[in-house]
């Protein structure tokens, strides 16, 4: 059993939508046990992500679970999308982006 | 090099157990007599008509005059407490020394409760501590460095000196009395003991300088509806009913180090430290190592470059090798090398060469599988 499947070494070595929105919601969220930090911009309409960009430091789960989540979020609400499914040591750095949308909303 | 991993059950597993800077694993004789303890000789100490009573007393007071034995102190300035952290708690609320000098690798435990205390703190380098009042790692949790004790002594002749020695005890021969130091403090569970227990030696003159921690029974000589008059230390110190089947399996650990002796202990993890250093630096492409490159305790610190500290050891964890990552509860320490997290792995005497080769043969791996340049 490994957290380091296929998909988010993908995601992890090729981050999709990394970047910054501007004039938009925007927080950051840290994980202090491990220095990890996470970024999140996006815009709302309806109550639904029109748009969504990330940028952070961090371990391979947190980035790839930033990466995974911004390919499924357009269209949805912003906490429609349950985070990647880790072992219980490492459910703090797949949650850092959803605790990032959490401190913007 | 000793040859010990026998003795301790954990290890049959197919584990190779490298964090014992966090907790130590124990051996049959520590796990037999905390068993047996409670099968043959469970009652509470202290004014005890009964023999079974007089017999927990005698283990007790055993197991302090052991402890005693084991850091050169007599048995009156051993005093009991969960651990490190509580002594520390208790020194620095209680005594409150208006200011204190630290160095800058305290461990968190060594640093919050003199935050706390109201004291003015002073930061220094561990080779230039200086002051009225200094509390420092006698071994760095993070690094291994070894604090230069004697040195700090003869540069500080009136100083008070506060060690925190929750590694230092565990894997050096110690004499407090040598040393000259005031304070200090470690824990039963990093020295193959059981979690729950730890020891604050207190220097003798100062034992009665020294106000009452926790409040309560078995702490005093006469009691009225009004006030109370306290025992004599340890007593004093020591409220309530202590851990005691935690206390004899301390007592028992004692005897097995004192068994090897803490000079072999420290030969043993100097052997394996020096020899993790050289083999660290072969991979010196793909390792950045952290701390001494010499003269240091059974620790080494490192990232694999290119991968967060986590996910090197988690990848390890996959092979069953067990090290710890993160800031080591010593987050100022580790900011000052510009990076959020460290992997550390750490020895004791039932480690051996081939655990460390184990290590040094999935480093790469590591790398392979999640080096990426820009993190």
């Not at chain 2, 102190?73 to 051993?78: L, N, R």
């Not at chain 2, 993070?142 to 004697?150: Q, R, V």
């Not at chain 2, 590694?167 to 003991?193: C, E, N, R, T, Y």
């Not at chain 2, 006030?227 to 650990?253: N, R, Y």
Request: net charge positive; with cysteine; aromatic share 8%.
């Amino acid at each position: 059993m490994t957290d380091y499947t296929e998909l988010i070494l993908d995601h992890y070595r090729h981050p999709r939508n990394h970047g910054k929105l501007t004039g938009c919601l925007s927080a950051t969220a840290a994980n202090s046990s491990c220095g990890d930090s996470m970024t999140v911009y996006f815009r709302l309409k309806s109550g639904k992500v029109t748009d969504f960009k990330w940028q952070g430091t961090g371990c391979a789960v947190s980035q790839a679970a930033a990466s995974i989540l911004s390919e499924k979020i357009i269209g949805k609400k912003p906490f429609s999308i349950k985070p990647i499914s880790v072992t219980p040591a490492r459910a703090s750095c797949a949650s850092l982006v959803i605790k990032a949308i959490l401190n913007a909303s | 090099m000793l040859d010990v991993k026998k003795d301790f059950p954990i290890l049959r597993k197919s584990i190779v157990y490298l964090d014992s800077a966090a907790t130590s694993q124990k051996p049959y004789s520590v796990i037999n007599a905390i068993s047996n303890y409670y099968r043959h000789s469970n009652a509470n100490i202290h004014r005890g008509i009964y023999k079974l009573a007089q017999r927990s007393s005698d283990l007790i007071d055993l197991s302090r005059a052991k402890v005693a034995e084991l850091i050169g102190a007599d048995p009156e300035e051993i005093i009991f407490v969960s651990g490190t952290t509580e002594a520390v708690n208790f020194i620095a609320s209680r005594f409150r020394p208006p200011e204190v000098t630290l160095s800058v690798l305290e461990h968190h435990s060594n640093l919050i409760p003199w935050q706390q205390s109201g004291a003015k703190l002073k930061f220094m380098d561990m080779d230039d501590l200086t002051g009225n009042f200094i509390a420092v790692t006698g071994v760095s949790n993070l690094l291994g460095t070894i604090a230069p004790l004697s040195k700090i002594r003869k540069h500080s002749p009136k100083a008070l000196i506060f060690v925190d020695g929750a590694q230092l005890v565990p894997h050096f021969p110690v004499d407090v009395h040598k040393l000259g130091i005031d304070f200090l403090a470690f824990s039963g569970h990093k020295m193959l003991g059981p979690t729950g227990i730890g020891v604050l030696y207190v220097r003798k003159s100062l034992l009665n300088k020294l106000p009452p921690w926790l409040y309560g029974g078995d702490m005093i000589d006469e009691v009225t509806l009004t006030s109370a008059t306290w025992a004599e230390p340890p007593q004093k110190f020591e409220a309530g009913t202590l851990p005691l089947a935690e206390i004899v399996g301390l007592g028992a650990a004692v005897d097995y180090l004192q068994n090897i002796g803490m000079a072999a202990v420290r030969r043993h993890e100097q052997d394996l430290t020096d020899y993790a250093l050289a083999e660290f630096k072969k991979l010196k492409n793909i390792v950045t190592l952290y701390g001494p490159a010499s003269h240091r305790a059974g620790i080494i610190t490192f990232n694999v470059n290119g991968v967060h500290a986590h996910d090197t050891a988690q990848i390890l964890d996959e092979f069953g090798i067990c090290v710890r990552s993160g800031a080591h509860c010593a987050a100022p320490a580790v900011a000052r090398f510009g990076v959020p997290a460290m992997v550390r792995a750490s020895f004791y005497i039932y480690n051996s060469k081939s655990d460390i080769d184990y290590l040094i043969s999935k480093i790469p791996v590591v790398y392979d599988r999640l080096h990426r340049a820009d993190s």
